[in-house]
């Protein structure tokens, strides 16, 4: 057989940290990425992009989702050398998405299925891992659902579950890129153990109020104060958008990943609270649009 049977997959978009959660939390959010793979005996490398990235994202060996299937195949003993893919975004790139976790578990799932799934979950989640650098956006993608994870050495654990209270995710996305490289340069060494604790307590706050439906107690929990207040200054209006959010009926508030979307946290008026954060962005002169998604409780998953 000159080629692998063909194989297409679908994967979530995710929200990491929400808020205190930094590089721990993640969820998985109702608008995806399909790829459709063929592994071929011969070195040739075809790439089709379609929506988003189209026209920027590179169609050659320098594509990271080809990058991340040879990686893949090089695992293991097959003697493929090139593929076809073609892959279509709905995922904006570099908005705090994940569309970085989402091309890595793309590739990595599709590659899987292509070679008859030598790789179990838990093995997807570590390259994945090991390829993202950190578990939050990629273990959401992987399982779906709310994810909480823990890596230590190659040691990675992801619980993923879904939370008690139907939570609606409102996400203001700016019309400029923000690179994850650039907004984790902005992020100091050290930071005191006074902040270190009050993020100890609002992450734990935040996922039993999750996993325990109460709704007060997950207004108190998206402080942080690891990572959003080193990343303001790359966000134009972000404590403005925050507030009126929450002056819109928002239960809380976050930088999206490492931004520079920012999302808001509701069980309802979701429409009025997406219109307020646009209407604060374009008082800095940030054209942005709103999204409003639900938790995908799939995760990454072959669809043919
Ligand atoms: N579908 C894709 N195909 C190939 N490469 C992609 C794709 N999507 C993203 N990338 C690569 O990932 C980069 C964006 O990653 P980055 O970590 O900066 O943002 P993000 O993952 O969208 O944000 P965050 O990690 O904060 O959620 C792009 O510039 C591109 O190199
Ligand atoms: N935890 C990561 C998410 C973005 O990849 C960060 O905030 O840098």
Known sequence: MNKSETVKVQVPATTANCGPGFDALGIACNIYNELELTLLRENKLEIEISGEGTGYLPENDK?????????????????????????????????????????????????????????????????????????????????????????????????SFLPKIDLKMIVAVPEFFLSTKKARKALPEFVSMSDAVFNVAHVSSLIAAMCTGNIDVLSHSFNDKLHQPYRADLIPGMYEVFDAAKAAGALGTAISGAGPSLIAFAVHEEEQIGRAMVAAFSKYQVDSHYLILDIDNKGARRIN
């Not at 003993?77 to 904006?92: F, L």
């Not at 093995?123 to 994870?149: C, K, Q």
Request: net charge negative.
């Open 63 to 159: 594509n990271l989702i080809w990058k991340v299937v040879k990686s893949v195949v090089e695992k293991t003993d097959a003697a493929y050398e090139g593929a076809q893919i073609k892959m279509h975004n709905n995922i904006p790139l570099s908005r705090g998405l994940g569309s970085s976790a989402a091309a890595i578990v793309a590739g990595i799932t599709a590659a899987n299925c292509a070679l008859g799934e030598p790789f179990d979950r838990q093995s997807v989640l570590e390259m994945a891992t090991a390829l993202e650098g950190h578990p939050d956006n990629v273990a959401p993608a992987i399982f779906g659902g709310m994810t909480v994870s823990l890596c230590e050495q190659n040691v990675v654990k992801t619980l």
